[in-house]
């Protein structure tokens, strides 16, 4: 059974830094995608990071890129995504999620969409005070 369990979640002041955990189980993690999303209050889903052994390169959506990084701990099968320079507009719950890379590898593209994936974890809350 696969399973994700995110954690690192809380509260920190503009400015401040997290870092989030994904653990993740019940699965090849080198033959996986792992995505990272989040949905603030009133607002959809959306992909902020994707990283996989299969990809050149990690993925980042425009309004994290040059603050988050995204890294991968295969001993571990754990995934981290470090968060700098904080803004309230950072608050959200924060999910990761997995897609098996045969699903995407064709395509050259990593998956960043919400519906790409079929594994999610149950989300920890990032709230950042200004």
């Known amino acids: 059974e696969v399973q994700l369990v995110e954690s690192g979640g809380g509260l920190v002041q503009a400015g401040g830094s997290l870092r989030l955990s994904c653990a993740a189980s019940?699965?090849?993690?080198?033959?996986?995608?792992i995505g990272w999303f989040r949905q603030a209050p009133g607002k959809q889903r959306e992909g902020i990071s994707c990283?996989?052994?299969?990809?050149?390169?990690?993925w980042y959506a425009e309004s994290v890129k040059g603050r988050f990084i995204v890294s991968s701990d295969s001993a571990k099968n754990t995934v981290h995504l470090q968060m700098n320079s904080l803004n309230a507009e950072d608050t959200a719950v924060y999910y990761c999620?997995?897609?098996?890379?045969?699903?995407?590898?064709?395509?050259?593209?990593?998956?960043?969409?919400?519906?790409?994936?079929?594994?999610w974890g149950q989300g920890t809350q990032v709230t950042v005070s200004s």
């Open positions: 019940g699965f090849t993690f080198d033959d996986y995608a």
């Open positions: 990283i996989s052994s299969n990809a050149g390169s990690p």
């Open positions: 999620a997995a897609v098996r890379d045969s699903s995407w590898v064709e395509s050259y593209a990593l998956p960043v969409h919400e519906y790409e994936y079929d594994n």
